[in-house]
């Protein structure tokens, strides 16, 4: 079992609640790196500095937050009222199980029972019409356990069958997880391992942390959506679990820099890397802002294909996770 | 002037690979060897006419719409993404052209066709002729840029063809820099990338420069054809000033400067108030601490289409009213 892992993706991080998070990562790499930094918006900045002697700026990032819920009112009954934080498919939602604020209170998403509806199966209920039952049945006493602004994550437990890994928040832990070990080994160029704050909700944190590193070179280490799923018809299947590192040609927020991209392909052909390319035009990542920083920034995006994520179950495989790291931990050492 | 334009709005450049572009108007650039010429991390290109005086970027897109390849199936037909803002009711069995000169034709699967409702783009796809994936993927991969392809119409006083937003501007920017300028402004001729998928270069490229006034040289839409929505702004009637987008508002002191400029000099303007659509200004004008910035549009018809049409009285009387603006003493207006 990988330990890191578990701690990784277990623990609660919802968007603007990223400080758990950051304290394992804290943790992790202090022994490696010569600084440690949390800037304003909250992104954690771990500095190590190249044993070379022309060196870059490169910076890697990846985001601590993960997709979750907020609790926003309390019903007389005791039922929680929420919200989504960052896109989740509301069809996932009803009956799957939560923890509730920082003390994890177990919940579950409830909708009434299939007895109490009438011929409203093919209805797919709002998020409005969803609560969280903690199993109180007064809001006083719910009160005392749990109060408004109390963020909710998935309770899902990470399980490991040989190469699959089963978990929830792979988007982005994996990305935490890749910067923690690149960071234990020796680089000839100055690396920031950026930990940004609030992806989910709108790329916010990482230009923030972008205009102060001024890096030279980005690289974004995400968990990525796979599309392994049936098919009907002869269409785009890419990226797939197992088959290696996914590379970004383009997205919702950013394209790749042409050189750049070329550089790393060509690095994973000679390293007999395992690479596939995302899909182009869809998702966004914290890519879409660091690029765009200052005068600009050369910036790629690698990430570890995962099923179903932003859901309370997401499938991907070490190996995937591994090659996204040997890509990276090549890249940066190639740059001349 | 129409060769310059016909030449640019023939090469094709869709966002992020606007290099084609850039290296013709780098080429006509150098015909001026004052000029300083660089290019940026995000491509743009940037040429620079050194002076003492306040710094101006004035600022057109290389950038134009397009399709990028997600698929290439067994028959050889290529499904793709739309890369900025297609209409897709105007690209169905209409060409396209790759950066590297492969030519094809957008499909559609005939049991989705329906001639009442616009089709989504997931339902068409390009045929570039391959017989098989195998024939298809030695022209094309995975990630390859595709724009429209389109004949050049002239019709005299007016034109039409693709690309006029924003070839225009950059033909414009061109003729400008090339142009004896009189006064000691310091002026950035800026052609930029992505525009057209959220003003992505013009960013960089203000950042870079730090300007004290900015023009950006775009297309806007006209209220002239039979059942327009309600817009006061025709072709042939002066290059458009604009007030308002919905992107930006422009201040007051940019507006009254460039009203002044064209009564001054006797040239004839339109005022524009876009409800749906902006440009680079908008990146530019919340730059750093904030640039004064407005826009000069050409009139232009069926914008983001193969048919995208301009009047040239608009595109001469544009570079008289930008050459009078970079040739003032900003130093005076307190810019």
């Not at chain 2, 989705?112 to 068409?124: D, L, V």
């Not at chain 2, 749906?276 to 826009?295: C, E």
């Amino acid at each position: 079992m990988n330990t890191l892992l578990k701690k990784l993706t277990e623990i609660h991080g919802v968007s603007g609640n990223e400080d758990s998070v950051r304290e394992i990562i804290i943790e992790e790499v202090k022994p490696f790196c010569d600084t440690l930094r949390i800037d304003k918006m909250g992104n954690l900045i771990a500095f190590k500095k190249g044993t070379g002697k022309d060196r870059k700026r490169i910076m890697l990032g990846a985001h601590m937050d993960e997709v979750g819920f907020m609790v926003k009112s309390i019903d007389d009954n005791g039922a929680l009222k929420f919200m989504t934080a960052g896109s989740i498919d509301r069809r996932v939602l009803i009956g799957k199980r939560v923890l509730v604020g920082k003390d994890r209170i177990p919940g579950a998403i409830a909708y009434k029972a299939v007895h109490n509806q009438k011929g409203e199966y093919d209805v797919l209920p709002k998020v409005e019409q969803l609560s969280i039952d903690i199993g109180f049945s007064d809001k006083k006493e719910a009160e005392k356990a749990v109060s408004v602004g109390d963020y909710v994550i998935f309770d899902t437990e990470y399980e490991e069958r040989g190469d699959i890994l089963k978990g929830k928040a792979f988007d982005d832990r994996f990305g935490c997880y890749a910067i923690i070990e690149i960071m234990k080994s020796k680089h000839k160029h100055d690396i920031y391992g950026a930990f940004f704050v609030q992806e989910e909700v709108g790329l916010r944190g990482s230009s923030a942390s972008t205009y102060s590193i001024k890096p030279d070179y980005a690289i974004v280490l995400e968990g990525t959506s796979a599309a392994d799923m049936p098919h009907e018809k002869d269409e785009a299947d890419f990226p797939q679990m197992q088959k290696g590192v996914v590379v970004t040609i383009s997205d919702r927020t950013f394209f790749a820099n042409k050189e750049f991209l070329a550089f790393v392909i060509k690095t994973a052909k000679e390293n007999k890397i395992k690479m596939q390319f995302k899909q182009p035009m869809i998702g966004g990542t914290d890519a879409g802002m660091i690029h765009k920083t200052k005068t600009g920034v050369k910036t790629m995006v690698f990430a570890v294909p995962s099923r179903y994520i932003h859901s309370p179950v997401c499938y991907a495989s070490m190996s995937d996770l591994e090659s996204m790291i040997e890509l990276a931990k090549k890249t940066i050492n190639n740059i001349k | 002037m129409k060769q310059l334009i016909r030449a640019l709005t023939e090469i094709i450049g869709p966002s992020s690979h606007e290099e084609l572009v850039a290296d013709y108007i780098e080429k006509a650039l150098k015909k001026n060897k004052k000029l300083e010429i660089k290019r940026d991390v995000m491509g743009n290109l940037i040429a620079r006419r050194k002076g003492s005086g306040k710094k101006i970027m004035l600022a057109a897109h290389m950038d134009e719409i397009g399709f990028m390849v997600k698929h290439i199936d067994k028959n050889g037909y290529l499904r793709f993404a739309v890369v900025g803002g297609i209409f897709n009711h105007n690209i169905i069995e209409n060409h396209v052209k790759f950066t590297n000169n492969v030519e094809g034709v957008i499909g559609i699967e005939p049991k989705s066709f329906n001639w009442k409702e616009i089709p989504s783009g997931e339902k068409m796809f390009i045929d570039i002729g391959a017989k098989s994936k195998a024939e298809a993927e030695k022209l094309v991969s995975i990630g390859s840029l595709a724009g429209m392809k389109a004949t050049f119409v002239d019709m005299g006083k007016r034109i039409s063809t693709k690309t006029l937003d924003d070839r225009i501007g950059c033909a414009m920017l061109i003729e400008l820099a090339l142009q004896e300028i009189k006064g000691n402004n310091d002026i950035y001729f800026v052609f930029t990338t992505q525009e057209e998928v959220g003003l992505r270069g013009a960013k960089t490229s203000a950042f870079g420069i730090s300007p004290d006034f900015a023009v950006a040289i775009d297309v806007t839409d006209t209220g002239d054809v039979p059942e327009s929505h309600i817009m006061e702004v025709s072709l042939g009637k002066g290059p458009a000033i604009k007030v308002m987008d919905s992107g930006m508002v422009v201040r007051k002191p940019v507006i009254d400067f460039m009203k002044e400029t064209a009564e001054k000099n006797k040239i004839p303007y339109q005022l524009e108030i876009l409800t749906a659509g902006s440009t680079d200004a908008m990146a530019i004008q919340t730059n750093r601490d904030g640039v004064l910035a407005g826009v000069v549009s050409i009139p232009t018809r069926y914008i983001h289409s193969q048919a995208e049409m301009c009047d040239m009285d608009d595109v001469e009387n544009g570079i008289k009213l930008i050459k009078a603006m970079i040739e003032t003493d900003l130093k005076k207006k307190g810019f």
